[in-house]
Nanobody, 124 residues
């Protein structure tokens, strides 16, 4: 059974930091990503990582503030979020897929497996 389990969300003040974790089991992925969804809005891409090479891709809105990384031995992906803003509030999901071309997609439908999400709330 494939599982992606996120953790690390919470309530913080603007300017604070949080680190999210996503532990994968039952399958390995070539690409893993973080998405978020605010109330009333569509799910949007935040960051993605090529599991083998470590190459990354970020949404413009988080570039320079967020860092995605992975621990291959633990099959875990992290999202370090610094300088958080109220507009970063939402449910954060990790997701993964296999791609022989190892291209990091920002499209929701490209990802085959999803976690249950973890809430991040940034107060102003």
């Amino acid at each position: 059974q494939v599982q992606l389990v996120e953790s690390g969300g919470g309530l913080v003040q603007a300017g604070d930091s949080l680190r999210l974790s996503c532990a994968a089991s039952g399958r390995t992925f070539s690409i893993m990503g973080w998405f978020r969804q605010a109330p009333g809005k569509e799910r949007e891409f935040v960051a993605g990582i090529n599991y083998s090479s470590g190459s990354t891709r970020y949404a413009d809105s988080v570039n320079g503030r967020f860092t995605i990384s992975r621990d291959n031995a633990k099959n875990t992906v992290y999202l370090q979020m610094n300088s958080l803003k109220p507009e970063d509030t939402g449910v954060y999901y990790c997701a993964g897929y296999r791609d022989p071309l190892n291209i990091i997609s920002s499209t929701v439908r490209r990802y085959d497996y999803w976690g249950q999400g973890t809430q991040v709330t940034v107060a102003s």
